[in-house]
């Protein structure tokens, strides 16, 4: 089984600041990792993903998350905050394609919001 | 491209109406999936088909039916809508593993329904 746990249904930050939105792991197989956007009425984008390559992956907008198994985390993070960023982000894991574990679990979000 | 179309955007049903929401795609996938997001509860996977004539359960399917026309539809229906059922509903599709593997996107969303049920 698996699941993704989001730390803070809230984060609020400003301008310039350092985003880092939090994602914990449970996974019986080795995982793939996934992090989402939702801006207001939009469905869901896929910002950056991980499988099993290298563990600092980086993804559009400029934000990047790392993979730390020991931690079992993918936090995300953005060195500076831009107010286009404000929105919904989501976490998602699945397991290797081919052995019915491919379906995506989704964490319950973290709404992003950024003030000047 | 149109790439995955739910239709309708809005709908407003009374307690025990019944409705279909449609989702159909173009980019040849074999999946595809029916979420439903709540605030404070994520997205959570109703009903997946991982081809053309199957179907499975995922984790909340009590109350829904599923129909994989064909390769580029997914229906979605609520026999006896319930309040519980108010929700925004996601189709997504994903290509088979290996094509997966070689994109840059797992899931591909459609733009949502948001249903409200009174």
């Known amino acids: 089984a698996q699941s993704v746990t989001q730390l803070g249904s809230h984060v609020s930050v400003s301008e310039g600041a350092l985003v880092l939105l939090r994602c914990n792991y449970s996974?019986?197989?080795?995982?793939?990792l996934f992090w989402y956007v939702q801006y207001p009425n939009q469905g869901l984008q896929l910002l950056l993903k991980?499988?099993?390559?290298?563990?600092l992956v980086k993804g559009i907008n400029g934000f990047e998350a790392e993979f730390k198994k020991s931690e079992t985390s993918f936090h995300l993070t953005k060195p500076s905050a831009h107010m286009s960023d404000a929105a919904e982000y989501f976490c998602?894991?699945?397991?290797?394609f081919g052995i019915g574990n491919d379906k995506l679990i989704f964490g319950t979000g973290t709404r992003l919001q950024v003030f000047p | 491209n149109a790439g995955v179309t739910q239709t309708p955007k809005f709908q407003v049903l009374k307690t025990g109406q019944s409705m279909t929401l449609q989702c159909a795609q173009d980019?040849?996938?074999?999946?595809m999936y029916w979420y439903r997001q709540d605030p404070g509860m994520g997205l959570r996977l109703i009903y997946y088909?991982?081809?053309?004539?199957?179907?499975d359960k995922g984790e909340v399917p009590n109350g829904y039916n599923v129909s994989r026309l064909n390769k580029r539809e997914f229906s979605l229906r609520l026999e006896s809508a319930a309040p519980s059922q108010t929700s925004v509903y996601f189709c997504?599709?994903?290509?088979?593993?290996?094509?997966?593997?070689?994109?840059?996107?797992?899931?591909?969303f459609g733009s949502g329904t948001q249903l409200s049920v009174l």
């Open positions: 998602a894991v699945s397991g290797p």
């Open positions: 996974s019986s197989v080795p995982p793939y």
């Open positions: 991980y499988t099993s390559a290298a563990t």
């Open positions: 980019m040849n996938h074999n999946s």
């Open positions: 088909s991982a081809s053309e004539g199957t179907t």
């Open positions: 997504a599709t994903a290509p088979d593993p290996r094509g997966a593997e070689l994109t840059n996107e797992k899931l591909f």
